[in-house]
T-cell receptor, first 115, second 114 residues
C-alpha cells in the first residue's frame, strides 16, 4: 500500500533562513508526488509536482523539491523563508498502484516563520 | 478559469437537519473528489468520481452521507441527518486525469452543526 510520512507536524524557522519540510513515501510503482500549501481559511494550492523526468522540480513562491528514489523522499525546500510562507504544507502521492487517481496525503506540517 | 466553486462557504445548522454542499468543478475536468478536514482527523477523502461515476466511496463515514454527480459540471454532498461530529471543512477538488494527476481544490465549505 502506498503511504506518505511527513516528519514534524510543526516547524519554525527565522525569516531569511532555509526552509526544509520532510516527506517520505512508500509506493510499489513509480510515484507521482505533490506538495500543496494551505493558508488559513483557504483551500489547498498546488506548489509543485513530480511525475517523470527531472528529479529536481521547481514550484511557485521559490519552493523546490527533489525526488530521491533511493531515499524514498521528496523534501520541500526554500532558500530563504518569508513571513508570507507561514502556512500548512501537505505532501501527497498519487495512488497509482490502485489504478485510481486518488491521493494519499501526509498529515501536514505547519510552518511558522519568526521575525 | 474560475477554479473550483463551492457553495455555501459557511453553513450553520442544527443537529438533525439536512445539509447539502455543492461543487462546480473546473470545466473540462473529469474527476471530482470530496474531502473532509478536521483538526483531529486531518484531510480525509470521502468519495471520488470519474466521468460522473462514483469510483471509490470507502471514505464516506456512514449512511447519513451521500454524494451525487448528475453531470460533469455539478456535484452535491448531502448529510441527513446532520450531527455535531460532522462539523468540519468540506473541500471539493477536480482534476483532468488523462493529462495529469494534479488536483485543484475549491475554497471549502465550513460546516457547523450545533
Amino acid at each position: 500500500a502506498q503511504s506518505v510520512t511527513q516528519l514534524g507536524s510543526h516547524v519554525s524557522v527565522s525569516e531569511g533562513a532555509l526552509v526544509l519540510l520532510r516527506c517520505n513515501y512508500s509506493s510499489s510503482v513509480p510515484p507521482y508526488l505533490f506538495w500543496y500549501v494551505q493558508y488559513p481559511n483557504q483551500g489547498l494550492q498546488l506548489l509543485l509536482k513530480y511525475t517523470t523526468g527531472a528529479t529536481l522540480v521547481k514550484g511557485i513562491n521559490g519552493f523546490e523539491a527533489e525526488f530521491k528514489k533511493s531515499e524514498t523522499s521528496f523534501h520541500l525546500t526554500k532558500p530563504s523563508a518569508h513571513m508570507s510562507d507561514a502556512a500548512e504544507y501537505f505532501c501527497a502521492v498519487s495512488d497509482r498502484a490502485s489504478g485510481t487517481y486518488k491521493y494519499i496525503f501526509g498529515t501536514g506540517t505547519r510552518l511558522k516563520v519568526l521575525a | 478559469d474560475a477554479g473550483v466553486i463551492q457553495s455555501p462557504r459557511h453553513e450553520v445548522t442544527e443537529m438533525g437537519q439536512e445539509v447539502t454542499l455543492r461543487c462546480k468543478p473546473i470545466s473540462g475536468h473529469n474527476s471530482l473528489f470530496w474531502y473532509r478536514q478536521t483538526m483531529m482527523r486531518g484531510l480525509e477523502l470521502l468519495i471520488y468520481f470519474n466521468n460522473n461515476v462514483p469510483i471509490d466511496d470507502s471514505g464516506m463515514p456512514e449512511d447519513r452521507f451521500s454524494a451525487k454527480m448528475p453531470n460533469a459540471s455539478f456535484s452535491t454532498l448531502k448529510i441527513q441527518p446532520s450531527e455535531p461530529r460532522d462539523s468540519a471543512v468540506y473541500f471539493c477538488a477536480s482534476s483532468k486525469t488523462e493529462v495529469s494527476y494534479e488536483q485543484y481544490f475549491g475554497p471549502g465549505t465550513r460546516l457547523t452543526v450545533t
